[in-house]
């Protein structure tokens, strides 16, 4: 009964975090050239890292041995971080459909337990027990099908198993001890509704527009170095 209450309490709780996020992706700032919009950060029954990170590496499950007793039946990863709370300021990227760079802070998926427990209340600005952050891209696609971009990741990660599996025959016919590595980096791609989605952003990654436009200075001189 507790575990059934508790699905029940998540999915009464996810149909506003579903509505806060379509919200931020339909919202256009007051300014149209604004780079960052102040928005206030979501709120519901229920604290935000009980939910699973829309990352790739929350969203794979884990194979479970067949005949061996396993005290859980949860097939998704421990590791991967939770999030605590969104940041209330979002940037807002330069593209005409006007995606939102939305930051989560991260705090650890072993910790979920004890928070549970805990009655301490943490602000937007407390970072106190935080890893880090993650990034997504609130977007709506009016005229385009975010299905499809789901659709071409659960693509590559068939590739991704069929590199595997190559890697693995190929070192035990040859004998050699190294892996090819062949791996395509994946994201998730998460729909909210029929033209609204949320997508994982790469770390380490940024858009063509904005590594131009960080470069491009209209006042310098023809053919320097800016």
Not at 110 to 121: A, D, L, P, V
Not at 191 to 207: F, K, N
């Amino acid at each position: 009964p507790n575990e059934d209450m508790k699905m029940h309490d998540l999915l009464v709780a996810s149909k506003s975090l579903f509505t806060f996020l379509i919200g931020l992706a339909k919202h256009n700032p007051k300014i149209s050239n604004a780079r960052s919009v102040s928005v206030r950060p979501w709120k519901g029954d229920i604290e935000l890292s009980e939910f699973m990170p829309p990352v790739q590496a929350a969203l794979s499950t884990t194979r479970l041995d067949v005949g061996r007793e396993s005290k859980s039946n949860d097939v998704f990863p421990h590791f991967v971080p939770r999030m605590r709370t969104f940041s209330s300021q979002v940037q807002v990227m330069a593209s005409k459909a006007k995606p939102k760079k939305l930051t989560a802070y991260a705090v650890p998926g072993t910790n979920i337990k004890k928070q549970r427990h805990s009655t301490r209340s943490f602000s937007n600005d407390d970072r106190e027990g935080d890893v880090g952050e993650m990034h997504f891209l609130v977007k709506r696609e009016a005229k385009g099908d975010l299905r499809k971009d789901a659709r071409v990741q659960d693509l590559n990660n068939v590739i991704n198993r069929l590199f595997a599996v190559s890697s693995t025959r190929d070192d035990s016919i040859s004998g050699r001890q190294h892996y090819r590595r062949l791996h395509l980096r994946t994201f998730s791609v998460v729909c909210l509704s029929e033209e609204c989605g949320i997508i994982e952003w790469v770390p380490q990654t940024d858009s063509l527009r904005n590594m131009v436009s960080s470069s491009f200075n209209p006042q310098a001189k023809p053919h320097s170095s800016r």
